[in-house]
Protein backbone atom coordinates (compact mmCIF):
# COMPACT_ATOMS: atom_id res chain seq x y z
CA UNK A 1 0.00 0.00 0.00
CA UNK A 2 2.93 2.56 -0.38
CA UNK A 3 4.57 2.04 2.89
CA UNK A 4 8.00 1.11 3.81
CA UNK A 5 8.18 -0.38 7.48
CA UNK A 6 5.19 2.08 8.84
CA UNK A 7 6.54 5.42 8.02
CA UNK A 8 4.84 8.27 7.12
CA UNK A 9 3.87 8.79 3.16
CA UNK A 10 3.06 12.41 3.80
CA UNK A 11 6.16 13.92 1.98
CA UNK A 12 6.02 11.61 -0.92
CA UNK A 13 1.98 12.54 -1.69
CA UNK A 14 2.07 16.35 -0.96
CA UNK A 15 2.40 17.49 -4.96
CA UNK A 16 -0.39 15.01 -5.73
CA UNK A 17 -2.75 15.97 -2.69
CA UNK A 18 -6.28 16.28 -3.84
CA UNK A 19 -7.55 19.67 -2.70
CA UNK A 20 -10.99 18.76 -1.46
CA UNK A 21 -10.91 15.17 -0.47
CA UNK A 22 -13.66 12.83 -1.32
CA UNK A 23 -14.53 12.05 2.22
CA UNK A 24 -13.87 14.04 5.13
CA UNK A 25 -10.89 12.95 6.92
CA UNK A 26 -11.56 14.59 10.69
CA UNK A 27 -14.56 12.38 10.68
CA UNK A 28 -12.26 9.36 11.13
CA UNK A 29 -9.35 10.64 13.52
CA UNK A 30 -9.26 8.56 16.75
CA UNK A 31 -11.70 6.06 15.41
CA UNK A 32 -9.43 3.17 16.37
CA UNK A 33 -8.48 1.64 13.13
CA UNK A 34 -5.84 -0.94 13.25
CA UNK A 35 -3.22 -2.31 11.04
CA UNK A 36 -4.29 -5.09 9.47
CA UNK A 37 -1.86 -8.49 10.18
CA UNK A 38 -0.32 -10.84 7.15
CA UNK A 39 -2.00 -10.09 3.87
CA UNK A 40 -4.50 -7.24 4.69
CA UNK A 41 -3.06 -4.02 5.31
CA UNK A 42 -4.71 -0.33 6.19
CA UNK A 43 -3.40 3.02 4.94
CA UNK A 44 -2.07 5.21 7.82
CA UNK A 45 -3.52 8.97 7.55
CA UNK A 46 -1.09 11.93 6.87
CA UNK A 47 -3.03 13.80 9.54
CA UNK A 48 -0.86 12.93 12.92
CA UNK A 49 -0.71 9.76 11.79
CA UNK A 50 -4.03 8.08 12.50
CA UNK A 51 -5.29 4.75 10.84
CA UNK A 52 -8.02 5.79 8.57
CA UNK A 53 -8.78 3.79 5.48
CA UNK A 54 -8.23 -0.21 4.46
CA UNK A 55 -10.49 -2.90 5.84
CA UNK A 56 -10.74 -2.70 9.37
CA UNK A 57 -9.97 -5.84 10.95
CA UNK A 58 -9.04 -4.38 14.59
CA UNK A 59 -11.60 -5.25 17.82
CA UNK A 60 -14.81 -3.37 16.21
CA UNK A 61 -17.34 -2.17 18.81
CA UNK A 62 -20.95 -3.05 18.32
CA UNK A 63 -22.39 -0.70 16.24
CA UNK A 64 -26.63 0.50 16.23
CA UNK A 65 -26.83 -2.08 19.15
CA UNK A 66 -30.77 -0.98 19.88
CA UNK A 67 -31.99 -1.77 16.63
CA UNK A 68 -30.39 -5.61 16.88
CA UNK A 69 -32.64 -5.58 20.23
CA UNK A 70 -35.32 -4.34 18.83
CA UNK A 71 -35.30 -7.03 15.56
CA UNK A 72 -35.16 -9.98 18.46
CA UNK A 73 -37.18 -8.60 20.34
CA UNK A 74 -40.02 -8.46 18.10
CA UNK A 75 -38.80 -12.53 16.72
CA UNK A 76 -39.01 -13.64 20.56
CA UNK A 77 -42.93 -12.08 20.37
CA UNK A 78 -43.57 -13.59 16.91
CA UNK A 79 -42.82 -16.68 18.19
CA UNK A 80 -44.32 -16.43 21.44
CA UNK A 81 -47.72 -15.74 19.85
CA UNK A 82 -47.34 -18.16 16.90
CA UNK A 83 -46.74 -20.89 19.66
CA UNK A 84 -50.07 -19.69 21.58
CA UNK A 85 -51.99 -20.12 18.20
CA UNK A 86 -50.75 -23.27 17.61
CA UNK A 87 -51.63 -24.52 20.86
CA UNK A 88 -55.05 -22.97 20.99
CA UNK A 89 -55.91 -23.97 17.07
CA UNK A 90 -59.43 -24.90 16.70
CA UNK A 91 -59.62 -28.12 14.37
CA UNK A 92 -63.11 -26.77 13.18
CA UNK A 93 -62.17 -24.06 10.91
CA UNK A 94 -61.22 -26.89 8.15
CA UNK A 95 -65.36 -27.82 7.97
CA UNK A 96 -66.67 -24.51 7.93
CA UNK A 97 -68.35 -25.46 4.19
CA UNK A 98 -70.34 -28.09 5.84
CA UNK A 99 -71.52 -26.33 9.08
CA UNK A 100 -75.14 -26.48 9.70
CA UNK A 101 -77.01 -22.89 10.13
CA UNK A 102 -79.98 -23.20 12.54
CA UNK A 103 -82.06 -20.18 11.37
CA UNK A 104 -84.06 -19.94 14.72
CA UNK A 105 -80.88 -20.28 17.49
CA UNK A 106 -78.83 -17.97 14.52
CA UNK A 107 -76.10 -20.51 15.61
CA UNK A 108 -73.54 -22.84 13.45
CA UNK A 109 -72.30 -26.16 14.31
CA UNK A 110 -70.18 -28.74 12.75
CA UNK A 111 -71.32 -32.33 12.12
CA UNK A 112 -69.70 -34.87 15.02
CA UNK A 113 -69.13 -36.94 12.27
CA UNK A 114 -67.22 -34.81 10.65
CA UNK A 115 -64.30 -33.54 13.69
CA UNK A 116 -61.63 -35.88 12.27
CA UNK A 117 -58.52 -36.83 13.79
CA UNK A 118 -55.60 -34.05 13.07
CA UNK A 119 -53.80 -36.46 10.91
CA UNK A 120 -57.49 -36.90 9.39
CA UNK A 121 -57.80 -33.64 8.97
CA UNK A 122 -54.69 -33.24 7.75
CA UNK A 123 -54.84 -36.00 4.65
CA UNK A 124 -58.18 -34.32 3.92
CA UNK A 125 -56.66 -31.22 3.41
CA UNK A 126 -53.92 -33.10 1.08
CA UNK A 127 -57.16 -34.74 -0.83
CA UNK A 128 -58.82 -31.47 -1.81
CA UNK A 129 -55.94 -30.04 -2.69
CA UNK A 130 -55.44 -33.16 -5.28
CA UNK A 131 -58.70 -32.72 -6.08
CA UNK A 132 -58.52 -29.44 -7.07
CA UNK A 133 -55.71 -29.47 -8.97
CA UNK A 134 -55.70 -29.09 -12.66
CA UNK A 135 -55.84 -32.61 -14.50
CA UNK A 136 -53.00 -32.21 -16.99
CA UNK A 137 -50.93 -31.01 -13.63
CA UNK A 138 -51.88 -33.92 -12.12
CA UNK A 139 -51.10 -36.05 -15.18
CA UNK A 140 -47.70 -34.51 -15.50
CA UNK A 141 -46.69 -34.68 -12.15
CA UNK A 142 -48.53 -37.60 -10.63
CA UNK A 143 -49.94 -40.12 -12.76
CA UNK A 144 -48.24 -43.57 -12.45
CA UNK A 145 -49.34 -44.61 -15.47
CA UNK A 146 -47.69 -42.13 -17.69
CA UNK A 147 -44.15 -43.43 -17.40
CA UNK A 148 -43.00 -40.17 -20.27
CA UNK A 149 -43.65 -37.95 -17.38
CA UNK A 150 -39.98 -39.46 -15.91
CA UNK A 151 -37.39 -37.85 -18.11
CA UNK A 152 -39.25 -34.45 -17.25
CA UNK A 153 -38.12 -34.99 -13.13
CA UNK A 154 -34.45 -36.23 -14.72
CA UNK A 155 -34.28 -32.97 -16.62
CA UNK A 156 -34.99 -30.69 -13.85
CA UNK A 157 -33.01 -32.67 -11.76
CA UNK A 158 -30.45 -32.50 -14.29
CA UNK A 159 -30.92 -28.20 -14.31
CA UNK A 160 -30.16 -28.24 -10.72
CA UNK A 161 -27.36 -29.80 -10.53
CA UNK A 162 -25.56 -28.28 -13.45
CA UNK A 163 -27.05 -24.64 -12.29
CA UNK A 164 -23.63 -24.57 -10.28
CA UNK A 165 -21.98 -25.39 -12.73
CA UNK A 166 -23.29 -23.31 -15.53
CA UNK A 167 -23.13 -19.83 -12.89
CA UNK A 168 -19.21 -21.18 -12.62
CA UNK A 169 -19.02 -21.31 -16.94
CA UNK A 170 -20.62 -18.08 -16.94
CA UNK A 171 -17.82 -16.55 -14.61
CA UNK A 172 -15.16 -18.00 -16.52
CA UNK A 173 -16.50 -16.13 -19.68
CA UNK A 174 -17.46 -13.02 -18.01
CA UNK A 175 -13.28 -13.39 -16.88
CA UNK A 176 -11.80 -14.44 -20.07
CA UNK A 177 -13.95 -13.72 -22.93
CA UNK A 178 -16.03 -10.90 -21.51
CA UNK A 179 -15.87 -8.55 -24.22
CA UNK A 180 -16.78 -11.40 -26.93
CA UNK A 181 -20.14 -12.71 -24.78
CA UNK A 182 -21.36 -8.76 -24.91
CA UNK A 183 -20.51 -8.51 -28.03
CA UNK A 184 -22.49 -11.43 -29.02
CA UNK A 185 -25.29 -10.71 -27.00
CA UNK A 186 -25.68 -7.19 -28.25
CA UNK A 187 -27.46 -8.32 -31.33
CA UNK A 188 -29.51 -10.51 -29.57
CA UNK A 189 -31.25 -8.00 -27.79
CA UNK A 190 -31.86 -5.78 -30.51
CA UNK A 191 -33.20 -8.87 -33.18
CA UNK A 192 -35.51 -10.23 -30.41
CA UNK A 193 -37.96 -8.10 -29.84
CA UNK A 194 -37.54 -7.12 -33.76
CA UNK A 195 -39.24 -10.88 -34.43
CA UNK A 196 -41.26 -10.95 -31.46
CA UNK A 197 -42.54 -8.09 -33.07
CA UNK A 198 -42.62 -9.13 -36.74
CA UNK A 199 -44.28 -12.26 -35.55
CA UNK A 200 -46.90 -11.11 -33.67
CA UNK A 201 -47.67 -8.76 -36.75
CA UNK A 202 -47.88 -11.33 -39.68
CA UNK A 203 -49.86 -13.81 -37.37
CA UNK A 204 -52.48 -11.29 -36.83
CA UNK A 205 -52.87 -10.44 -40.12
CA UNK A 206 -53.63 -14.12 -41.32
CA UNK A 207 -55.92 -14.44 -38.46
CA UNK A 208 -59.47 -13.51 -39.05
CA UNK A 209 -60.51 -13.51 -35.57
CA UNK A 210 -57.25 -10.99 -34.42
CA UNK A 211 -58.17 -8.71 -37.83
CA UNK A 212 -62.07 -8.24 -36.21
CA UNK A 213 -61.28 -7.88 -32.78
CA UNK A 214 -57.94 -5.29 -33.66
CA UNK A 215 -58.00 -2.60 -35.91
CA UNK A 216 -55.67 -2.60 -38.23
CA UNK A 217 -54.80 1.06 -38.10
CA UNK A 218 -54.48 0.34 -34.30
CA UNK A 219 -52.22 -2.93 -35.48
CA UNK A 220 -50.39 -0.52 -37.87
CA UNK A 221 -49.62 2.46 -34.69
CA UNK A 222 -47.87 -0.69 -32.39
CA UNK A 223 -46.07 -2.30 -35.06
CA UNK A 224 -44.63 1.21 -35.29
CA UNK A 225 -43.82 2.23 -31.86
CA UNK A 226 -42.28 -1.25 -31.02
CA UNK A 227 -39.91 -0.46 -33.72
CA UNK A 228 -39.27 2.57 -33.00
CA UNK A 229 -38.62 1.60 -29.46
CA UNK A 230 -35.94 -0.58 -31.16
CA UNK A 231 -34.29 2.01 -33.31
CA UNK A 232 -34.13 3.77 -29.91
CA UNK A 233 -32.59 1.46 -27.81
CA UNK A 234 -30.22 0.83 -30.91
CA UNK A 235 -29.19 4.49 -30.59
CA UNK A 236 -28.96 4.66 -27.28
CA UNK A 237 -26.39 1.22 -27.21
CA UNK A 238 -24.41 3.77 -30.02
CA UNK A 239 -24.15 6.72 -28.52
CA UNK A 240 -22.99 5.13 -25.11
CA UNK A 241 -20.61 2.71 -27.12
CA UNK A 242 -17.42 4.11 -25.27
CA UNK A 243 -19.59 3.71 -21.37
CA UNK A 244 -20.37 0.14 -22.61
CA UNK A 245 -16.21 -0.61 -23.58
CA UNK A 246 -15.53 1.01 -20.18
CA UNK A 247 -18.58 -0.96 -18.88
CA UNK A 248 -17.12 -4.40 -20.03
CA UNK A 249 -13.61 -3.81 -18.49
CA UNK A 250 -15.46 -3.09 -15.27
CA UNK A 251 -17.42 -6.48 -15.24
CA UNK A 252 -14.07 -7.94 -16.24
CA UNK A 253 -12.13 -6.69 -12.99
CA UNK A 254 -14.95 -8.03 -11.09
CA UNK A 255 -15.50 -11.26 -12.11
CA UNK A 256 -11.31 -11.38 -11.41
CA UNK A 257 -12.21 -10.42 -7.82
CA UNK A 258 -14.99 -12.98 -7.30
CA UNK A 259 -12.63 -15.44 -9.12
CA UNK A 260 -10.60 -14.48 -6.37
CA UNK A 261 -12.66 -15.16 -3.59
CA UNK A 262 -14.86 -18.15 -4.97
CA UNK A 263 -16.31 -18.88 -1.40
CA UNK A 264 -18.93 -16.10 -2.09
CA UNK A 265 -20.86 -18.38 -4.34
CA UNK A 266 -21.23 -21.02 -1.95
CA UNK A 267 -21.81 -18.87 1.41
CA UNK A 268 -24.15 -16.23 -0.25
CA UNK A 269 -26.79 -19.17 -1.15
CA UNK A 270 -26.20 -20.71 1.94
CA UNK A 271 -27.65 -18.09 3.90
CA UNK A 272 -30.53 -17.78 1.40
CA UNK A 273 -31.33 -21.11 3.13
CA UNK A 274 -30.46 -19.80 6.71
CA UNK A 275 -33.21 -16.74 5.68
CA UNK A 276 -35.82 -19.56 3.95
CA UNK A 277 -35.59 -22.43 7.53
CA UNK A 278 -36.00 -19.28 9.56
CA UNK A 279 -38.83 -18.49 7.91
CA UNK A 280 -40.70 -21.56 7.67
CA UNK A 281 -41.89 -21.39 11.41
CA UNK A 282 -42.81 -17.90 10.71
CA UNK A 283 -45.59 -19.19 7.62
CA UNK A 284 -46.63 -22.09 9.72
CA UNK A 285 -47.51 -19.60 12.88
CA UNK A 286 -49.60 -17.58 10.52
CA UNK A 287 -51.21 -20.52 9.17
CA UNK A 288 -52.74 -21.61 12.66
CA UNK A 289 -52.86 -18.10 14.04
CA UNK A 290 -55.84 -17.83 11.57
CA UNK A 291 -57.74 -20.95 12.89
CA UNK A 292 -58.16 -18.90 16.20
CA UNK A 293 -61.59 -18.62 16.16
CA UNK A 294 -64.94 -19.95 15.59
CA UNK A 295 -67.60 -20.75 13.03
CA UNK A 296 -70.29 -18.17 13.12
CA UNK A 297 -73.18 -17.05 11.16
CA UNK A 298 -72.86 -15.50 8.13
CA UNK A 299 -73.30 -11.74 9.28
CA UNK A 300 -75.35 -10.47 5.68
CA UNK A 301 -77.21 -13.15 6.61
CA UNK A 302 -77.93 -12.09 9.51
CA UNK A 303 -78.56 -8.53 8.82
CA UNK A 304 -81.13 -8.99 5.84
CA UNK A 305 -84.04 -11.77 6.67
CA UNK A 306 -84.47 -12.07 2.93
CA UNK A 307 -80.63 -13.11 1.64
CA UNK A 308 -81.04 -16.72 0.98
CA UNK A 309 -77.48 -18.76 1.56
CA UNK A 310 -76.12 -22.50 1.11
CA UNK A 311 -78.31 -24.42 -1.07
CA UNK A 312 -78.31 -23.35 -4.75
CA UNK A 313 -76.58 -19.92 -3.73
CA UNK A 314 -73.14 -18.10 -3.82
CA UNK A 315 -73.90 -16.95 0.23
CA UNK A 316 -72.93 -19.42 2.62
CA UNK A 317 -74.56 -19.40 6.38
CA UNK A 318 -71.84 -19.97 8.47
CA UNK A 319 -68.25 -17.97 8.04
CA UNK A 320 -64.97 -18.84 9.81
CA UNK A 321 -64.46 -15.56 12.81
CA UNK A 322 -61.08 -15.32 13.72
CA UNK A 323 -59.93 -14.41 17.40
CA UNK A 324 -59.29 -10.46 17.70
CA UNK A 325 -55.94 -10.96 18.15
CA UNK A 326 -55.34 -12.33 14.75
CA UNK A 327 -55.44 -9.63 12.40
CA UNK A 328 -52.58 -7.94 14.45
CA UNK A 329 -50.49 -10.88 14.75
CA UNK A 330 -50.25 -11.34 10.71
CA UNK A 331 -49.42 -8.39 10.52
CA UNK A 332 -46.73 -8.45 12.92
CA UNK A 333 -45.33 -12.03 11.57
CA UNK A 334 -45.78 -10.31 7.94
CA UNK A 335 -43.09 -7.36 9.22
CA UNK A 336 -40.92 -10.15 11.30
CA UNK A 337 -40.58 -11.98 7.97
CA UNK A 338 -39.66 -8.48 5.52
CA UNK A 339 -37.32 -7.91 8.50
CA UNK A 340 -35.89 -10.88 8.73
CA UNK A 341 -35.21 -10.95 4.60
CA UNK A 342 -34.49 -7.28 4.46
CA UNK A 343 -31.92 -8.15 7.11
CA UNK A 344 -30.42 -11.57 5.50
CA UNK A 345 -30.25 -9.51 2.29
CA UNK A 346 -27.59 -6.70 4.26
CA UNK A 347 -25.61 -9.40 5.49
CA UNK A 348 -24.97 -11.00 1.94
CA UNK A 349 -23.92 -6.91 1.38
CA UNK A 350 -21.62 -7.14 4.26
CA UNK A 351 -20.33 -10.10 3.41
CA UNK A 352 -19.81 -9.60 -0.20
CA UNK A 353 -18.11 -5.90 0.87
CA UNK A 354 -16.01 -7.32 3.42
CA UNK A 355 -14.52 -9.68 1.54
CA UNK A 356 -14.04 -7.88 -1.53
CA UNK A 357 -12.44 -5.05 0.15
CA UNK A 358 -9.95 -7.46 1.98
CA UNK A 359 -9.04 -8.96 -1.14
CA UNK A 360 -8.78 -4.99 -2.90
CA UNK A 361 -6.35 -4.29 0.07
CA UNK A 362 -4.43 -7.13 0.11
CA UNK A 363 -0.45 -6.71 -0.34
CA UNK A 364 0.42 -7.47 -3.95
CA UNK A 365 1.63 -11.18 -4.22
CA UNK A 366 -0.77 -12.32 -1.02
CA UNK A 367 -4.28 -13.81 -0.23
CA UNK A 368 -6.37 -12.59 2.29
CA UNK A 369 -7.07 -15.76 4.34
CA UNK A 370 -10.41 -16.40 5.79
CA UNK A 371 -11.72 -13.30 4.25
CA UNK A 372 -15.13 -14.59 3.71
CA UNK A 373 -15.41 -15.94 7.48
CA UNK A 374 -14.08 -12.68 8.83
CA UNK A 375 -16.63 -11.04 6.96
CA UNK A 376 -19.36 -13.04 7.96
CA UNK A 377 -18.47 -12.70 12.34
CA UNK A 378 -18.49 -9.09 11.75
CA UNK A 379 -21.86 -9.23 9.52
CA UNK A 380 -23.34 -11.45 12.66
CA UNK A 381 -21.32 -9.77 15.58
CA UNK A 382 -20.49 -6.46 15.97
CA UNK A 383 -22.88 -4.74 12.45
CA UNK A 384 -25.61 -6.69 13.29
CA UNK A 385 -27.42 -3.83 14.86
CA UNK A 386 -26.03 -1.92 11.50
CA UNK A 387 -27.51 -4.47 9.51
CA UNK A 388 -30.82 -4.34 11.21
CA UNK A 389 -30.95 -0.79 10.69
CA UNK A 390 -30.28 -0.87 7.01
CA UNK A 391 -32.36 -3.88 6.61
CA UNK A 392 -35.37 -1.92 8.81
CA UNK A 393 -34.78 1.31 5.94
CA UNK A 394 -35.42 -0.88 3.08
CA UNK A 395 -38.37 -3.09 4.64
CA UNK A 396 -40.29 0.14 5.03
CA UNK A 397 -39.19 1.64 1.39
CA UNK A 398 -40.69 -1.87 0.24
CA UNK A 399 -44.26 -1.05 2.96
CA UNK A 400 -44.13 2.46 0.95
CA UNK A 401 -43.95 0.39 -2.59
CA UNK A 402 -46.14 -1.71 -2.22
CA UNK A 403 -48.92 0.40 -0.98
CA UNK A 404 -48.08 3.15 -3.47
CA UNK A 405 -48.53 0.00 -5.94
CA UNK A 406 -51.50 -1.64 -4.30
CA UNK A 407 -53.60 1.96 -4.68
CA UNK A 408 -52.29 1.92 -8.52
CA UNK A 409 -54.41 -1.30 -9.29
CA UNK A 410 -57.29 0.41 -6.84
CA UNK A 411 -57.67 3.11 -9.13
CA UNK A 412 -57.74 2.15 -13.01
CA UNK A 413 -58.24 6.31 -13.50
CA UNK A 414 -55.76 8.75 -12.25
CA UNK A 415 -55.04 12.48 -12.72
CA UNK A 416 -51.51 13.68 -14.20
CA UNK A 417 -50.65 15.17 -10.85
CA UNK A 418 -51.55 11.88 -9.10
CA UNK A 419 -49.52 10.11 -11.48
CA UNK A 420 -46.70 12.81 -11.34
CA UNK A 421 -46.56 12.39 -7.69
CA UNK A 422 -46.26 8.48 -7.91
CA UNK A 423 -43.77 8.80 -9.81
CA UNK A 424 -41.24 11.16 -7.96
CA UNK A 425 -42.68 8.70 -5.20
CA UNK A 426 -41.24 5.52 -6.81
CA UNK A 427 -37.96 7.65 -7.52
CA UNK A 428 -37.54 9.05 -4.34
CA UNK A 429 -37.64 5.31 -2.94
CA UNK A 430 -35.28 3.83 -5.43
CA UNK A 431 -32.64 6.31 -4.51
CA UNK A 432 -32.95 5.52 -0.32
CA UNK A 433 -32.69 2.11 -1.61
CA UNK A 434 -29.74 2.69 -4.03
CA UNK A 435 -28.28 5.13 -1.17
CA UNK A 436 -28.32 2.41 1.94
CA UNK A 437 -26.67 -0.19 -0.24
CA UNK A 438 -23.61 2.01 -0.53
CA UNK A 439 -24.11 2.86 3.23
CA UNK A 440 -23.88 -0.92 3.95
CA UNK A 441 -20.45 -1.41 1.66
CA UNK A 442 -19.19 1.67 3.79
CA UNK A 443 -20.22 -0.06 7.07
CA UNK A 444 -18.90 -3.32 6.36
CA UNK A 445 -15.37 -2.15 5.36
CA UNK A 446 -15.09 0.39 8.03
CA UNK A 447 -17.04 -0.87 10.83
CA UNK A 448 -18.83 2.68 11.40
CA UNK A 449 -22.47 2.93 12.46
CA UNK A 450 -24.83 3.52 10.00
CA UNK A 451 -25.61 7.22 10.65
CA UNK A 452 -21.82 7.51 10.00
CA UNK A 453 -21.26 5.22 7.57
CA UNK A 454 -24.42 7.15 5.66
CA UNK A 455 -22.32 10.41 6.01
CA UNK A 456 -19.26 8.68 4.30
CA UNK A 457 -21.53 7.71 1.93
CA UNK A 458 -23.09 11.40 1.18
CA UNK A 459 -19.75 13.02 1.03
CA UNK A 460 -18.45 10.44 -1.73
CA UNK A 461 -21.78 10.16 -3.75
CA UNK A 462 -22.13 14.37 -3.70
CA UNK A 463 -18.80 14.16 -5.73
CA UNK A 464 -19.21 11.26 -8.01
CA UNK A 465 -22.92 10.79 -8.64
CA UNK A 466 -22.25 10.70 -12.72
CA UNK A 467 -19.32 7.85 -12.52
CA UNK A 468 -21.84 6.06 -9.64
CA UNK A 469 -24.97 5.97 -11.85
CA UNK A 470 -22.62 4.75 -14.51
CA UNK A 471 -20.90 2.06 -12.98
CA UNK A 472 -24.90 0.93 -11.29
CA UNK A 473 -27.14 0.88 -14.25
CA UNK A 474 -24.87 -0.16 -17.22
CA UNK A 475 -23.22 -3.04 -15.64
CA UNK A 476 -26.66 -4.39 -14.02
CA UNK A 477 -28.27 -3.70 -17.29
CA UNK A 478 -25.31 -6.09 -19.41
CA UNK A 479 -25.44 -8.16 -16.48
CA UNK A 480 -29.18 -9.01 -17.07
CA UNK A 481 -28.77 -9.58 -20.52
CA UNK A 482 -25.89 -11.91 -20.74
CA UNK A 483 -27.86 -13.85 -18.01
CA UNK A 484 -31.41 -13.55 -19.95
CA UNK A 485 -29.33 -14.36 -23.17
CA UNK A 486 -27.66 -17.40 -21.91
CA UNK A 487 -30.64 -18.84 -19.85
CA UNK A 488 -32.58 -18.35 -23.20
CA UNK A 489 -29.75 -20.67 -25.01
CA UNK A 490 -29.93 -23.77 -22.28
CA UNK A 491 -33.88 -23.83 -22.55
CA UNK A 492 -34.08 -23.71 -26.05
CA UNK A 493 -31.10 -26.65 -25.79
CA UNK A 494 -33.18 -28.91 -23.23
CA UNK A 495 -36.24 -28.63 -25.65
CA UNK A 496 -34.38 -29.70 -28.66
CA UNK A 497 -32.94 -32.26 -26.28
CA UNK A 498 -35.98 -33.38 -25.10
CA UNK A 499 -37.72 -33.31 -28.73
CA UNK A 500 -34.61 -35.56 -29.99
CA UNK A 501 -34.77 -38.10 -27.14
CA UNK A 502 -37.93 -38.54 -25.99
CA UNK A 503 -41.79 -39.21 -26.82
CA UNK A 504 -43.33 -36.34 -24.20
CA UNK A 505 -45.62 -34.11 -25.77
CA UNK A 506 -45.24 -30.67 -26.80
CA UNK A 507 -46.71 -28.74 -23.92
CA UNK A 508 -44.93 -31.52 -21.37
CA UNK A 509 -41.21 -30.38 -23.44
CA UNK A 510 -42.72 -27.32 -23.14
CA UNK A 511 -43.04 -27.31 -19.64
CA UNK A 512 -40.20 -29.00 -19.09
CA UNK A 513 -37.86 -26.41 -20.57
CA UNK A 514 -39.99 -23.35 -18.72
CA UNK A 515 -38.97 -24.60 -15.48
CA UNK A 516 -35.54 -25.46 -16.15
CA UNK A 517 -34.94 -22.21 -17.33
CA UNK A 518 -36.25 -20.89 -14.65
CA UNK A 519 -34.22 -22.64 -12.09
CA UNK A 520 -30.93 -22.01 -13.87
CA UNK A 521 -32.14 -18.18 -14.11
CA UNK A 522 -32.74 -17.73 -10.65
CA UNK A 523 -29.00 -19.05 -9.70
CA UNK A 524 -28.02 -16.67 -12.34
CA UNK A 525 -29.78 -13.83 -10.82
CA UNK A 526 -28.13 -14.46 -7.69
CA UNK A 527 -24.83 -14.71 -9.20
CA UNK A 528 -25.41 -11.48 -10.77
CA UNK A 529 -26.34 -9.88 -7.82
CA UNK A 530 -23.35 -11.12 -5.90
CA UNK A 531 -21.55 -9.67 -9.36
CA UNK A 532 -23.17 -6.21 -8.83
CA UNK A 533 -22.17 -5.72 -5.08
CA UNK A 534 -18.56 -6.54 -6.06
CA UNK A 535 -18.49 -4.01 -8.83
CA UNK A 536 -20.38 -1.15 -5.80
CA UNK A 537 -17.70 -2.44 -3.10
CA UNK A 538 -14.39 -2.00 -5.45
CA UNK A 539 -15.79 1.26 -6.82
CA UNK A 540 -15.77 2.67 -3.02
CA UNK A 541 -12.47 0.87 -2.37
CA UNK A 542 -11.12 2.79 -5.59
CA UNK A 543 -12.60 6.14 -4.30
CA UNK A 544 -11.02 5.40 -0.92
CA UNK A 545 -7.62 5.04 -2.63
CA UNK A 546 -8.38 8.44 -4.48
CA UNK A 547 -8.89 10.21 -0.90
CA UNK A 548 -4.92 9.00 -0.22
CA UNK A 549 -3.56 9.24 -3.03
CA UNK A 550 -2.42 5.53 -3.38
CA UNK A 551 -3.18 2.78 -5.53
CA UNK A 552 -3.61 -0.84 -3.80
CA UNK A 553 -5.02 -2.41 -7.06
CA UNK A 554 -3.33 -1.30 -9.82
CA UNK A 555 -5.29 -3.34 -12.01
CA UNK A 556 -8.67 -1.69 -10.67
CA UNK A 557 -6.99 1.73 -11.21
CA UNK A 558 -6.41 1.25 -14.73
CA UNK A 559 -10.03 0.74 -15.60
CA UNK A 560 -12.21 2.57 -12.91
CA UNK A 561 -9.58 6.09 -13.54
CA UNK A 562 -11.51 6.38 -17.06
CA UNK A 563 -15.04 6.77 -15.11
CA UNK A 564 -16.18 10.17 -15.84
CA UNK A 565 -15.36 12.50 -13.26
CA UNK A 566 -17.57 15.44 -11.98
CA UNK A 567 -16.56 18.93 -12.79
CA UNK A 568 -15.77 19.48 -8.88
CA UNK A 569 -13.32 16.51 -8.84
CA UNK A 570 -9.79 16.77 -9.12
CA UNK A 571 -8.37 13.39 -11.07
CA UNK A 572 -4.75 13.78 -9.92
CA UNK A 573 -3.41 10.99 -7.94
CA UNK A 574 -0.28 9.93 -6.12
CA UNK A 575 0.27 6.61 -7.89
CA UNK A 576 2.50 4.28 -5.85
CA UNK A 577 2.35 0.34 -6.61
CA UNK A 578 3.42 -2.72 -4.21
CA UNK A 579 6.07 -4.65 -5.86
Known amino acids: ?87 HSNSEYQWVETAQYEPKQQTCSIPEGMLLEPMQASDAKWQI ?27 LGIALVLSGPFALGVLFLLRVYTKELVYATLPLIILLPIVLNLTWFILCQRSEECLKEFDPAGQYVLFGIILLMCALMIYVIYSNWDRIQLTIRIVKTSSEALHQNLALLFVLPGLSLVLVVFCVPFVIFIGYSYTNGKVVPNPDVLAGES ?42 VFTISGTISQWYFAQAGSSAMNSTRRALSVAFGPSFGT ?44 AVEFFTRFTTNFAAITGESFCNSASMTYNLLKRNLLSTVLVEIISDRLLAMVTFVLTLVYALLIYGVLSLSTSLAKDQKL ?69
Open 307 to 348: IQCARGTDTPCCVWQTASWVPYYMYLSGFSVLWSSTIMAQIQ
Open 1 to 87: MGLDDGTSRKDDIESDRIEEPLLDKKDYTLRGYQNQPDSVVSIPSSQEGSSVFGYNVGVRPFQDVSFAIIFLLLVVISVAFGIYGVV
Open 129 to 155: AYVIMPQRLKNLLFSSRAPSATPIWIT
Open 387 to 430: ACLAGLVVAIVRIIRGAANSTDNEQAQESALAIFLRACLQSILD
Open 511 to 579: IAAVLSWLIVFLVLVLFVRVLSNIIDTVYICYAMDKDQGVVSKSEVHDVLVLLPASQEENPSLAVRREN
